[in-house]
């Protein structure tokens, strides 16, 4: 396809309180301040067929997951509600010895996560006899805290890790649609991050100067067969600024005016057109081309480790992957050009019947 000369413009919407407004319906859109409530249970048919309220909760997706780490440790967390069942996980990859350690809870329906109801003064954790993790979002003091607590488990080493990242850069935030009133929110932001870790006999301290985290808080309404492909990651240009991004291809109609891809640099949030994944093997190599029509966007993706959870039963099929690794390429936008020489990510290639 040829790449388009004109450059992408989204518009960015001016704040608001709810998720859904007074008559039920979704307020779609993009915005670069926090909605205060996230009310989805609020909306008025968002499926094909009369809901009850009892439903909605049932069918709603929900997890609070993030990235954070050094030049040395890429951490990936995540608390999960799919509500027939729930996941608590604590990937940590060491890239200096390319090594991952996996925490993992797959929890029933009898002891699920509590995920937050966005991200002011609210808590999302998981609690078992010997795996805790929390997420405490402060956005009042523009402060989010994680902490996990999770003893030796087989060949894995205890873990402790408390980190504290600053919610002062410009997040992107969205509602967007996968119906005519069938919502997807999410809130992600790229932030710096101070705090310790210790991994066994090892204490590693996170520094605010080069540390750093990304949130995302997520509920939508998925369709029952739920598939995206996305990436995110951040590092230095050649110019050595720092920059973030997030890219993701879902099952949000209209992309060119939805969709919440976008590029943070000097803390500010830039938003990016619709993108597509490609990827490819080359004997066991794996490498994914990331990239849009509009030239702004062309990355390669080069997996080092990936996790992978596989789960097929009758009403519950997973089929995830999460690869870590190394970043290349480019973003181009009208005022900005930012060639990558120093960036690690991670991405998701996500099919759930669920």
């Not at 413009?9 to 007074?22: A, G, L, T, W």
Request: some cysteine; hydrophobic content about 35%; overall charge neutral.
């Amino acid at each position: 396809m040829d790449v388009r000369e004109k450059t992408y413009y989204r518009k960015i919407h001016e704040p608001i309180d709810s998720v859904v407004d007074d008559d039920g319906m979704f307020t779609f859109g993009t915005y670069r301040k926090a909605i205060p409530n996230i009310n989805m249970l609020e909306a008025k048919g968002p499926f094909n067929f009369p809901a009850t309220r009892s439903f909605k909760k049932f069918r709603l997706k929900e997890w609070e997951a993030f990235q954070a780490g050094n030049e040395r440790i890429f951490i990936f967390g995540a608390i999960y509600n799919a509500k027939v069942a729930g996941i608590a996980l604590l990937h940590i990859y060491d890239r200096q010895i390319k090594k991952l350690y996996r925490y993992e809870k797959i929890t029933s329906s009898f002891n699920l996560p509590t995920i937050a109801s966005g991200l002011v003064d609210t808590c999302t954790e998981y609690e078992a006899k010997k795996f805790k993790m929390s997420i405490h979002n402060n956005l009042e003091r523009n402060e989010i805290k994680v902490a996990a607590d999770i003893d030796p488990m087989e060949d894995l080493p205890n873990v402790k890790l408390v980190i504290k990242c600053h919610h002062t850069p410009e997040p992107i935030v969205i509602c967007q649609p996968f119906g005519e009133n069938r919502g997807l929110y999410s809130h992600k932001n790229f932030m710096p991050m101070e705090g310790y870790m210790v991994l066994g006999k090892e204490t590693l301290l996170f520094d605010i100067d080069n540390s750093y985290m990304i949130i995302d808080d997520h509920k939508g309404y998925y369709p029952y067969n739920m598939k995206y492909d996305w990436t995110t990651g951040w590092g230095k240009d050649t110019n050595g600024h720092i920059f973030g991004f997030n890219l993701t291809d879902n099952q949000i109609i209209n992309k060119e005016v939805y969709n919440e891809n976008c590029l943070w640099m000097d803390s500010s949030m830039y938003p990016l057109p619709p993108i597509k994944f490609y990827t490819y093997k080359q004997g066991e190599e794996e490498k994914w081309h990331i990239k849009d029509d509009y030239g702004m966007v062309d990355l390669y993706f080069y997996p080092e480790i990936k996790t992978e959870i596989k789960v097929n039963l009758l009403i519950l099929s997973i089929d995830y992957e999460a690869p870590m690794g190394r970043i290349e390429g480019q973003f181009k936008l009208k005022d900005i050009k930012v060639d990558i020489s120093n960036c690690f990510g991670m991405g998701e290639k996500k099919r759930f019947r669920i």
